[in-house]
């Protein structure tokens, strides 16, 4: 079938040079790859597991009910009232949902609301690297520049020096993930307290996407800025449903700041999104948070599991400390690790994320490969089978 609209040769004059900037995502370049073969995908966080029950049929009842119109933009009250709730149990802190929480499409749009609400074109926002792939894109998207410092290897603790020594006089705010993909760090109060301080000091914006929040493992505790002195002039925390309730294809995100900087991102999010889905934020809102039950001692096994597999491979791996992700090294493996996924991709029909990916420089990746170990078991442990023929130089049957 030939489109009408195939033919566009001078359309790729006319972009802007915000989206001209921004390439496509190498991970997607994969993907695609991975999906023709029927690859086994353990590269990517997609929950395990299904939304709870209760949202699901409280969302079709609305579907089916008549509740299909625009919610508030800021969200409907009930779910604000849910996320109050989940931030009491994930972060310690209270917030009121009328003025300090605002539901978005996915933490996604949460990172760009809060982006939009506190810099100018030009400005700059300092983010840790190895960095979550759709930070570069999201930062130049609202028109600011992004000026990476990394975290320091192998621990990848965050060096608040070499923050300091990033600032300039264009920078607004610092973007922080905790706990952290890839790397699986959580980053302790001496980091977060430090890297609020120091945005105080110098009158940023912290924001932190904390999408994993609910996954923090061998006793620690989730740390936030929230709650923390200096919060509320300095910091805007992200969170995401996809991750904590399990359903990312319902596209919930959420906002948690002072009411200054909240109605800030609710009139970037107005021109967005102006919303997010209201029947399924009926759903999303039916949840009883207060009762979930706390599956992190799950994922922690989960964890184990893949990092133990990983050491008998020959891989050097740190145990993560939070999150969905391991990141291994694999410069023992003779070839960069972008070359290296997409061999495995084609030989072995296993979808990892290489690390370049990661890095503002692709060359600062090609030592480290990102696996999930919040997928299906059973996939996962063929998919392991086949890593080790494949690095065993065996065959696999696909
Ligand atoms: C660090 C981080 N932030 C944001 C997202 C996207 O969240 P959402 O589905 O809520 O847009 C992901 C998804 O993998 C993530 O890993």
């Known amino acids: 079938m030939?489109?009408?609209?195939?033919?566009?040769?001078?359309?790729?004059?006319?972009?802007?040079?915000?989206?001209?900037?921004?390439?496509?995502?190498?991970?997607?370049?994969?993907?695609?790859?991975?999906?023709?073969?029927?690859?086994?995908?353990?590269?990517?966080?997609?929950?395990?597991?299904?939304?709870?029950?209760?949202?699901?049929?409280?969302?079709?009842?609305?579907?089916?009910?008549?509740?299909?119109?625009?919610?508030?933009?800021?969200?409907?009250?009930?779910?604000?009232?849910?996320?109050?709730?989940?931030?009491?149990?994930?972060?310690?802190?209270?917030?009121?949902?009328?003025?300090?929480?605002?539901?978005?499409?996915?933490?996604?749009?949460?990172?760009?609301?809060?982006?939009?609400?506190?810099?100018?074109?030009?400005?700059?926002?300092?983010?840790?690297?190895?960095?979550?792939?759709?930070?570069?894109?999201?930062?130049?998207?609202?028109?600011?520049?992004?000026?990476?410092?990394?975290?320091?290897?192998?621990?990848?603790?965050?060096?608040?020096?070499?923050?300091?020594?990033?600032?300039t006089p264009r920078t607004r705010a610092v973007l922080l993930n905790t706990p952290h993909n890839p790397t699986g760090r959580a980053f302790d109060e001496d980091e977060v307290a430090g890297l609020l301080d120091l945005c105080a000091r110098h009158d940023l914006v912290l924001i932190t996407d904390e999408v994993y929040e609910g996954y923090v493992y061998d006793g620690r505790r989730h740390v936030s800025p929230l709650g923390r002195p200096g919060a509320a002039e300095h910091a805007i925390v992200v969170g995401s449903l996809s991750k904590s309730l399990q359903m990312s294809g319902w596209r919930l995100g959420y906002c948690l700041a002072s009411p200054a900087f909240t109605a800030a991102v609710r009139r970037a999010h107005e021109r967005t999104t102006v919303g997010a889905p209201g029947p399924l934020q009926v759903g999303a809102a039916a949840v009883d948070v207060a009762g979930l039950a706390d599956d992190s001692a799950y994922f922690q096994r989960r964890r184990d599991h893949l990092v133990d597999r990983l050491g008998e491979l020959g891989l050097t791996v740190a145990r993560p400390e939070g999150g969905w992700f391991v990141l291994a090294a694999v410069d023992t493996l003779g070839r960069p690790s972008d070359l290296l996924a997409e061999e495995l991709v084609r030989s072995a029909g296993v979808l990892v994320a290489p690390g370049t990916s990661f890095f503002t420089d692709p060359a600062g990746g090609r030592r480290w490969m990102r696996m999930t170990f919040v997928r299906d078991e059973g996939r996962t442990e063929e998919a392991l089978d086949r890593l080790r023929n494949f690095l065993s130089g065996g065959h696999h049957d696909r």
Request: charged content about 20%.
């Open 2 to 167: 030939t489109s009408s609209l195939e033919h566009s040769p001078r359309a790729g004059a006319r972009l802007s040079r915000r989206v001209s900037g921004i390439g496509s995502m190498r991970l997607a370049e994969l993907m695609r790859l991975a999906a023709g073969i029927g690859a086994i995908d353990i590269a990517l966080g997609i929950p395990p597991g299904e939304p709870p029950a209760e949202a699901v049929r409280a969302a079709t009842g609305a579907l089916t009910g008549g509740r299909n119109q625009y919610a508030p933009p800021e969200g409907l009250l009930a779910l604000r009232e849910t996320i109050a709730e989940l931030a009491r149990r994930h972060r310690g802190v209270t917030v009121d949902p009328a003025t300090e929480v605002t539901i978005t499409c996915g933490a996604t749009e949460g990172v760009l609301n809060a982006l939009l609400a506190v810099t100018d074109p030009g400005d700059e926002v300092v983010l840790f690297e190895p960095f979550y792939e759709n930070y570069p894109g999201m930062i130049e998207l609202a028109g600011a520049v992004a000026r990476p410092v990394p975290l320091d290897g192998p621990g990848w603790r965050l060096d608040l020096e070499a923050v300091r020594a990033a600032l």
